[in-house]
């Protein structure tokens, strides 16, 4: 089951795979730890980092086209919105863009469902999962990390950053603009886009 917490504002939302400080490995990395999320070895964060250069600058506003379809910076970047957005943004909004820089590829991101997401980028695919009670961060080099459901709600709180530095999505629109955020990308947000009509 995936948690999704919501903050104080309708129009602002955060959806959250609380992922645990402890659990067990499906490959040989390790357990979803709190050492796994602070280290080396964890790929939602090296895959996010892998964009930062081709990413929109966080306080830059992007122009979105009458169709919804799109958003252009005059930096260079193009975010494509597959299907069209919806603005606002419904209740539990589901995700399928990618960010082109300079025409080259730099950033996607897929939600097919509220239990799923993942990111890819220049060092490959991400993704974190909801299925039968655990929680799964699979890497680009196959391997993947898990932990239960009971172990992912004993602690939230593993590096300091926001929800513990745990792989989740932000987001916030209006009736003429959206912005999306990656949670446990870094100490806080990772800001993805910020586009207005």
């Not at 490959?124 to 391997?143: F, I, L, M, W, Y």
């Not at 745990?166 to 100490?187: D, E, I, K, N």
Request: hydrophobic share 35%; aromatic share 6%.
């Amino acid at each position: 089951m995936r948690h999704a917490v919501r903050l104080v504002s309708p129009a602002v939302g955060v959806a959250l795979l609380l992922l645990a400080c402890g659990g067990s490995s499906s490959s040989s990395t390790g357990g979803l730890t709190c050492a796994w999320l602070q280290g080396s070895s964890n790929c939602w964060r090296s895959t996010a980092a892998a964009a930062s250069s081709c990413l929109p600058a966080s306080g830059d506003t992007g122009k979105l086209s009458a169709d919804l379809k799109t958003c252009t910076y005059t930096t260079g970047q193009v975010v494509t919105f597959t299907p069209a957005l919806t603005l606002p943004l419904p209740q539990n909004p589901t995700f399928d863009f990618s960010i082109t820089s300079g025409g080259k590829a730099c950033f996607s991101l897929q939600q097919p469902s509220q239990t799923s997401f993942s990111q890819t980028t220049s060092a490959g695919t991400s993704s974190v999962d909801v299925t039968a009670g655990s929680e799964v961060v699979s890497c680009p080099n196959g391997s993947s990390v898990s932990a239960s459901e009971q172990q992912a709600l004993q602690d939230i709180s593993c590096d300091g950053g926001i929800f513990g530095g745990l792989p989740g999505t932000g987001w916030g629109s209006s009736a003429t603009s959206v912005s999306f955020a990656l949670l446990g990308a870094g100490m806080g947000s990772l800001p993805i886009l910020n586009c207005a009509m």
